[in-house]
């Protein structure tokens, strides 16, 4: 039989599973050009749909917003005055990867091998996946192979419903008021963009949005996307000599010449940062290529940027006719600073990961959450694993038991709060 980290982490499992089953199936996927909130109508679907669970949990204030927040209160047990304490998902997913028509698959006592998923000739090989390795015994979710799972961040949201559903059955639990929120887009680092923390009410909250079991983070990249436009002369090719100036081409010298071996995801770990072309598209006319800049530190951020923004001009500016603008924008900040001055926080979330038998790791997040933007803003908010890996890919895959153990925190964590 699978291990579970505790009675209480088997208990919840069936639950956890059933749930994250259902929720990935809805079609959640993000969108880059968002001309409203959320930037796609999935996402609404899915709000309504746990919107109607929360209310059968017995949650009386559910609401879902006109912006694609989900959010309602479990109130306090007993007749202590309690903190408010929030839990917090997403319910979109990347739009980096095919999201349509999500097939969850279990499989059952992983014998510890290459899983072969039946689409897209989709592998999953421990010896490629670390992660993998060692979840022998236990039960593996993947998709078939042609879509990602979802488990970013639905898994979060099955892990804190089914906590939540718990706690509700289950008064005689010590518990704070808990504030539950579920938001939208935060893939395309919009989530917070119209959270309102005030009405929320809570003095500190919490992401379920990390990956291994254990993770507990307060410290993320500092993010900013770069927007490259490139304007070249078009003209028809059999009349080209010496007039052309070829806009797509400008903008794969301007890709080739960013550092091959240092400064991009495949080459970088830890504390290093980096550049990452993630689009191009254009024509002879026109091109555009648009990347994210990430790092821990802020003025090597600006580094980044500024050595993206010199190659662009330079390599443009070789051709007295073509034009270049370069946009960098910032996305969401490091959390550590605003997680600092209240360490009680984080020290909370490690007594409750402990209190489930398992050891905190404490690693820094080589992205964002909700958290970076929510933290900016006056919600202090660490984020704590939700078990998925593979994220943004078809090879996207999470333990069961890696499911309930976060369900599992989330009682540790309800509990712990009302010794604070």
């Not at 899983?115 to 000739?121: C, D, E, N, R």
């Not at 992660?131 to 979060?156: F, N, P, Q, R, W």
């Not at 909370?348 to 970076?372: F, Y």
């Not at 919600?379 to 890919?393: R, V």
Request: aromatic share 4%.
């Amino acid at each position: 039989m699978p291990a579970f980290t505790s009675e209480l982490a088997e208990s919840l499992s069936g639950e956890a599973l059933d749930r994250f089953q259902r929720y990935v199936r809805v079609d959640t996927q993000a969108r880059r050009e968002r001309d409203g909130s959320p930037s796609t109508p999935g996402q609404l679907d899915l709000g309504r749909l746990l919107v109607g669970e929360l209310e059968e949990i017995g949650l009386a204030d559910t609401a879902l917003d006109d912006n694609g927040y989900v959010t309602a209160t479990l109130p306090a047990t007993g007749d202590a005055p309690m903190p408010t304490i929030g839990l917090i998902a997403h319910m979109d997913v990347s739009p980096d990867a095919p999201a349509t028509g999500v097939e969850p698959l279990v499989h059952r006592d992983y014998d510890g091998g290459v899983i072969s998923l039946p689409k897209g000739g989709t592998v999953l090989d421990p010896k490629a996946m670390p992660a993998l390795d060692g979840k022998a015994g236990e039960d593996i979710v993947t998709s078939s192979g042609d879509t990602l799972l979802g488990a970013d961040d639905k898994a979060g949201i099955a892990e804190i419903m089914t906590a939540v559903a718990h706690l509700a059955a289950h008064p005689e639990l010590p518990r704070p008021n808990l504030r539950i929120a579920f938001t939208p887009d935060e893939e395309i680092g919009m989530g917070a963009s119209l959270f309102d923390v005030e009405a929320f009410g809570a003095s500190c909250a919490y992401t379920m949005d990390g990956s291994t079991l254990g993770e507990l983070q307060d410290e993320t990249f500092t993010g900013a996307e770069a927007i490259i436009d490139i304007e070249g002369v078009d003209v028809h090719p059999g009349f080209a000599t010496g007039k052309l100036v070829n806009a797509t081409r400008l903008a794969a010298q301007i890709v080739a010449e960013l550092p091959g071996e240092s400064l991009s995801p495949e080459t970088t770990s830890g504390r290093e940062g980096f550049i990452h072309v993630y689009e191009m598209s254009g024509a002879a006319g026109s091109a555009q290529i648009r990347a994210i800049v990430r790092d821990f530190d802020d003025d090597l951020l600006a580094e980044h940027a500024a050595l993206l923004r010199e190659i662009a001009e330079r390599v443009v500016g070789e051709e007295p006719t073509a034009k270049v603008t370069v946009e960098v924008t910032p996305q969401y900040p490091n959390m550590r600073s605003y997680l600092e001055p209240m360490p009680e926080i984080v020290d909370v979330a490690e007594r409750a990961i402990r209190a489930e038998g398992i050891e905190p790791i404490r690693n820094p997040i080589r992205g964002g959450t909700d958290g970076s933007m929510l933290s900016a803003m006056g919600l202090p908010t660490p984020n704590i694993f939700a078990g998925g890996h593979e994220f943004h890919s078809v090879r996207e895959w999470i333990s069961v038991q890696d499911m309930a153990a976060a369900a599992a925190v989330i009682v540790r964590l309800a509990e712990e709060w009302t010794r604070v």
